[in-house]
């Protein structure tokens, strides 16, 4: 079944994004920035693994205790802990790794994106063997199967912006870097603490985990139609972010 959710994902993510690709103008990107960032978020996901056991470490080391807090901050804290950070942050250094490969290349803002994705898409086909274990699994997580790519997106995306700003002086780049790092972490962290740390769904008393339901449903649900209208926008930006460039084209 692993094979299986990997192959699915793989389809589905290689179909959007050979679509993303087509939309950029005036040509697109080569294979090489295609593939590489690709591999490196399937790095990604090992590196994510001792990033979530020393966020752990050090969260003991501080005097943590998990029972000692409500079950809404028991959720927050595990899903930050447990993927919200280690692996945003693992993606978001991969990221910055591909950027470095590919920095004498990339054109515009656009390519920014495109890189993220690819990091996203790599970081999907991976954990997909790792978890897709069941068919029940395989079909929840196949309704959001690009969040991994958006949140790395959305996170390539400021760091572009953050270039271009900081290119044509018309801001100042500072906050675009911070919601680079910042946004991806905040959204994953709270769809994470309301479905796979949701610590309600974990609790003995029924009322207790109907609560936990429906904060389950209704934040898969948000995080549905969130990811419908990123990846629209996006679509329709794409042009947009093509022609915000990084590079002299005098050059």
Partial sequence: MEILSMV????VLGILYKRMIAREVPEPISGAQVFVPIVLGMVSVLLSLPLTLGSAYLLST????????PLWLRSLVSAFVGAGLP???????????????FRSKVKNVYEYVLMGAAVGFGFTIFEEYLYGSTLASMIFRLLLITLHMLFSMIMAYYLGRAKYQKRTGEDSPAKSYVLAFLIPIAMHTIYDACTGTNAYLFSENEDLLTIGGIIGILGTIVMFVLQIMLLIRFKKNAEALSRMELIDPKM
């Fill in 8 to 11: 699915v994902a793989l389809v």
């Fill in 62 to 69: 501080l005097g943590y205790v998990r029972e000692a807090h």
């Fill in 87 to 101: 692996e945003e942050l693992s993606k978001f250094l991969m990221i910055l790794i591909g950027l470095a490969i």
